[in-house]
């Protein structure tokens, strides 16, 4: 991807990575991502803001020869983490005495991660305004989108808000200003990036309404243009708010609990609830996470195995917990052989979830007219908690 002009006087200098298939060795990149990184260039001083990851470092100083830049004053970190602040020491490199702006937090960080010193740091407030003389730029603290020291940077004459991974995607599109394709990618960047800190989103939209924003520049994905799209789907995504949808995700070893997924997901499709339906060994766990951003309950499937949780269930357990969904109801359908260990282990390790637990079906090996029966039941339980809370007519 080369230069791009966002405005007169900004230009997108950021990177592609369609390839990246993991990110943080723990979420998966079905569409790659982008990293980008803004160069604003005021009539007295240039500003960089954030850089790019280390391994797209070449992309970034091909960019800037793009878009023309000459010296680079001020590298605007908005966030530690390293797909953004990995190539400040290189840009420091190449333009000594410029200096890194950035809050206190952040600038704590960048001397653990990149090695910045004192000398190169100038620390900044909440509120804070730097000139570039015909270009003004103000910080705003949005702490917790994604780690404690993450904020935004506005650009007051072009209404651009530069907003670091609050409103992202990993998606590396053709074009990075068609944003009006931006739901989906966008969607499961919140799952797997926002959704444990959607009151900190709430909380920072909600202190981004006074300022007037034309367009939206991220470091991940499309550029918004029409930002009124993502804030909207933020705020849906980040309130309290479920669906009339069922998450049922499975493990089975010897089709035991696969045939009571089955059962329960005919049951409960009969009665107007959406189910999305995930056998886990062979499903993206990633799209998982997505639908849990605002499905009403979540169904666990898994056998006991090795006195424990089939680890395919545990594995899925153990990142859903650790997202913090908003789901209302969660509940289990298990099977064994001779010892019970898996119901136990669900129960144990839903600790984040501030849903109500509706009793669980176990069945020892195959299902059998009781489990049916049980399973009957659940789907019942379900249907009348969705009716209470409104979301099933
Ligand atoms: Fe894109 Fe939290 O880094």
Sequence with gaps: MSAIKITEKVFYVGAKHP?????DELISLPDG???????????????LIDTVDPAMKDFLFKNLKRAGAGKIDYIISNHAEQDHSGCIPFVLQANPGAKVVTNEKCAAMLKDFTMVTDENLMIIKDGDTLSLGDKTLEFILT??????ETMSTYLREDEILFSCDLFG???????????EHFYLPAKRYFAEIMCPFRNNVRNNIAK?????IKTICPS?????????????AYKKWAADDVKNEVILAYVSMHDSTKKMAEYLRDALEEKGITVNYFDIPVSDLGEIAMMMVDSATVIIGGSTVLAGLHPAAQNLIYVANAL?????????ITSFGWGEKASEVIKANLTNFKAEVLSPVISKGWPKEEQFKELDRLANDIAEKHRAIGVLK
Aim: net charge positive; hydrophobic share 35%; aromatic share 16%.
């Design 19 to 23: 390839e990246r298939r993991i990110f």
């Design 33 to 47: 991502t982008t990293y980008n990184s803004y160069l604003v260039t005021g009539s007295l001083k240039t500003a």
């Design 143 to 148: 702490p917790w989108v994604h780690w404690p």
């Design 169 to 179: 995607s990993h998606y590396s599109p053709s074009d990075i200003m068609a944003g």
């Design 208 to 212: 981004l309404e006074k300022f007037k």
């Design 220 to 232: 991940h994905g499309f550029v918004h243009t029409s930002p009124e799209g993502i804030i909207n």
């Design 324 to 332: 913090r969904p908003k789901t209302k109801f969660v509940s289990f």
